[in-house]
């Protein structure tokens, strides 16, 4: 264990013998336009977009008077404060005296209320966070396990432990309940997204017609460089789908990655070399690739962050691993449902490349028998 790591699991230690709050029942509790909200949503790409519905949701329950802070991770900043342009959006960092500076600089602050949308499994660290600002009411998930005292410490409005394998956005929906809010009685839940800004629409645009991009084109993209090893399809079942599907006719290929994910995507050129009709997104920008996302015909993919970003805008095919579609399923844009595929051994390469080629073959059909 490096130093840091020692220091940090020592800090969380002293804090739950010494510092922690005591039990304490909150009385009855109801959301108000006007009210100050600490949101805490400080982890990976996906677990964000899917809270962002009930997030959208409890921002717009506040009015216009009304304040809403979210925490996000550093890789969700850019999106964060995208997908909400009014609050303000504090960034957690992974550095420890990072995570200091951000408890310190909640603790100046008054909220009416914390919601901990990081709340299940329970996390020391995201409670340590709802705690900062000494606020009295606090939303979570109250834990089952080991952590189940400190659980009820910290959530003084908590809600039980949701089902294992509940959607994300379903749980997230939940901690609204003790706010006196059901969004199942309004209209459906839909996430709202802006427009990108046009320097990046620009950028795409100037990409596509660079390309080779017109009005019949069929946008094939794919993301085979995913880095967590247990959820991505093989780089080898991915170059067997370019290869075939680089000679459908009016396809183009495009290749999108993520941050780090560099050195995987010139190995898998390397794999793709001299396949006509195939070219890879010049950025991996979140927010340049949620524009580039809404001219792909299908976006062929694995569980990710990436997979519920472009799912906001078109049609996703997902091969599934390990993971649980009826925990992790993205949402729909519009009308377009996602199509996962998963082997029953629950390993992404049990997924042969045949059936994922059966279901481009079948959106290349569907979208020349729309052009007609």
Not at 40 to 66: N, Y
Not at 108 to 127: G, I
Not at 203 to 208: C, G, H, K
Not at 214 to 241: C, I
């Amino acid at each position: 264990m490096s130093p840091a790591a020692f220091f940090e699991s020592t800090a969380k230690k002293l804090f739950w013998k010494g510092l922690g709050p005591k039990a304490s029942a909150a009385g009855p509790f109801r959301l108000k336009p006007g009210m100050s909200v600490l949101a805490l949503r400080p982890d990976r790409l996906g677990d964000f977009l899917l809270s962002t519905p009930a997030l959208q949701f409890l921002e717009s329950q506040l009015g216009a008077t009304g304040r809403l802070t979210v925490v996000a991770g550093e890789r969700n900043a850019s999106i964060a404060k995208f997908l909400f342009p009014r609050a303000e959006i504090l960034v957690f960092r992974k550095n420890f005296l990072s995570r200091i500076a951000l408890f310190l600089r909640l603790k100046t602050r008054r909220y009416d209320l914390v919601v901990d949308f990081h709340s299940y499994p329970f996390s020391t660290t995201s409670a340590i966070l709802a705690l900062g600002p000494g606020c009295s009411r606090r939303v979570g998930f109250w834990d089952a396990g080991k952590s189940r005292e400190a659980s009820r410490r910290v959530f003084n409005l908590g809600v039980p432990p949701p089902g294992e394998n509940l959607h994300e956005m379903e749980k997230s929906l939940l901690l609204l309940k003790p706010l006196g809010l059901n969004p199942h009685k309004s209209a459906e839940i839909r996430l709202s997204l802006p427009n990108v800004g046009k320097g990046i629409r620009n950028r795409v645009q100037v990409f596509y017609d660079r390309i080779g991009v017109g009005p019949k084109t069929f946008v094939l993209a794919l993301h085979p460089t995913l880095l967590k090893v247990d959820n991505r399809w093989s780089l080898e079942h991915y170059a067997h789908v370019v290869r075939k599907a680089a000679f459908f006719p009016g396809v183009k290929i495009l290749l999108v990655h993520g941050l780090g994910e560099e050195d995987r995507l010139q190995r898998f050129k390397g794999l793709c070399a001299k396949i006509p009709n195939l070219f890879a997104l010049p950025e991996n920008d979140v927010l340049f690739i949620l524009e580039a996302a809404k001219r792909f015909e299908l976006f062929v993919c694995n569980d990710s962050g990436l997979m519920h970003l472009a799912a906001l805008v078109t049609r996703v095919l997902a091969v599934f691993g390990p993971s649980e579609p009826s925990r992790w399923a993205p949402l729909k844009a519009g009308n377009l449902k996602p199509k996962i595929l998963r082997s029953k051994d629950c390993q992404c390469d049990s997924v042969p490349p045949g059936e994922v080629l059966k279901e481009i073959e079948k959106a290349l059909r569907h979208s020349r028998q729309k052009r007609q």
